[in-house]
Antibody, heavy 122, light 108 residues
């Protein structure tokens, strides 16, 4: 069965760093583009970042550009969201997501993990 | 950045009634628009993609229409499990991918 499992969420001080992981199982990871979408408590959805299935291209929302980076490790079937210079407004549940029905498609999401909570607070 | 505006913010309806949700884009997204359903404590679920195509496993009571800047999600007859928050999302001009603010469909 296809699974996406996020981890790494934590309480961090403003200005701090965190690395989120999204481990995939049950499918050929390298065939799929992956994205991160976040949701602040009680708020709507915000797309954060995406990586192409070959890992050669990454994309970021303006709100995180220059602070977040995205990488993948096909040998571990895992993508990583490296978050630096964290701000209070980065507080959210972070979901990784992909398009299971159309491998390689980067812009709609029909398969999501359960999310991991990042809290930025002093 | 394309801004998506959803209306109404809240829709109060009874089971069996028809729900009509609106999503308006700040500029044309042709038909590159999706709809998601989210229930409390759960990840979103893709309902509709490219404005009118139902995703796999989505019941026929969900339908999408529209093009350009104006889109509609219709639930023909609300089931108890349909009370949730619904989001639209565009992929026409990205990055960034953008979502609307959501419409909550609540039980009247």
């Amino acid at each position: 069965e296809m699974q996406l499992l996020e981890s790494g969420g934590d309480l961090v001080l403003p200005g701090g760093s965190l690395r989120l992981s999204c481990a995939a199982s049950g499918f050929t990871f390298s065939n799929y583009a992956m994205s991160w979408v976040r949701q602040a408590p009680g708020e709507g959805l915000e797309w954060v970042s995406a990586i192409s299935r070959d890992g050669g291209s990454t994309y970021f929302a303006d709100s995180v550009k220059g602070r977040f980076t995205l990488s993948s490790d096909n040998s571990k079937n895992t993508i990583y969201l490296h978050m630096n210079s964290l701000r209070a407004e980065d507080t959210a549940t972070y979901y990784c997501a992909t398009r299971r029905e159309v491998p390689g498609q980067i812009y709609y999401f029909d398969y999501w993990g359960q999310g991991t909570l990042v809290t930025v607070s002093s | 950045e394309i801004v998506l505006t959803q209306s109404p913010a809240t829709l109060s309806l009874s089971p069996g009634e028809r729900a009509t949700l609106s999503c308006r884009a700040s500029q044309s997204v042709t038909n590159y628009l999706a709809w998601y359903q989210q229930k409390p404590g759960q990840a979103p679920r893709l309902l509709i993609y490219d404005a009118s195509n139902r995703a796999t496993g989505i019941p026929a009571r969900f339908s999408g229409s529209g093009s350009g800047t104006d889109f509609t999600l219709t639930i023909s007859s609300l089931e108890p499990e349909d009370f949730a928050v619904y989001y639209c999302q565009q992929r026409s001009n990205w990055p960034p991918l953008t979502f609307g603010g959501g419409t909550k469909v609540e039980i009247k």
